[in-house]
């Protein structure tokens, strides 16, 4: 089982910027595909983006597409998320999340392992 803290969140205006990070530790980082969610207040959770275990693909949903990127860097057992150009509909937890040996994937359900959440509040 490997253990995921996020990291990043906070307030920031509409058009700017924040990075994520997802720290893992326990069994091998690079046997795991890595994705994030997100869940806004009274929503369910979404999925934004996800990345396979050499880093090589990577999937994002529609309303992120061209604003965030996902990476990951295996030395470091930490993947990524980076937001740009954010915008007030973006405000969530994000969470981060693991799937052993398994392709990157948009469902929730085929992650096995989740961190707690970091906050991102954006202010129009």
């Known amino acids: 089982q490997v253990q995921l803290v996020e990291s990043g969140g906070g307030l920031v205006q509409a058009g700017g910027s924040l990075r994520l990070a997802c720290a893992a530790s326990?069994?091998?980082?690079?046997?795991?595909?890595m994705g994030w969610f997100r869940q806004a207040p009274g929503k369910e959770r979404e999925f934004v983006a996800t990345?396979?275990?050499?880093?090589?693909?990577?999937y994002y949903a529609d309303s992120v597409k061209g604003r965030f990127t996902i990476s990951r860097d295996n030395a470091k057992n930490t993947v990524y998320l980076q937001m740009n150009s954010l915008k007030p509909e973006d405000t969530a937890n994000y969470y981060c999340?693991?799937?052993?040996?398994?392709?990157?994937?948009?469902?929730?359900?085929?992650?096995?392992?989740w961190g707690q959440g970091t906050r991102v509040t954006v202010s129009s």
């Open positions: 999340a693991a799937r052993l040996y398994g392709l990157p994937s948009r469902k929730a359900e085929d992650f096995g392992s």
């Open positions: 326990g069994r091998t980082f690079s046997g795991y595909a």
């Open positions: 990345i396979s275990q050499s880093g090589g693909t990577t």
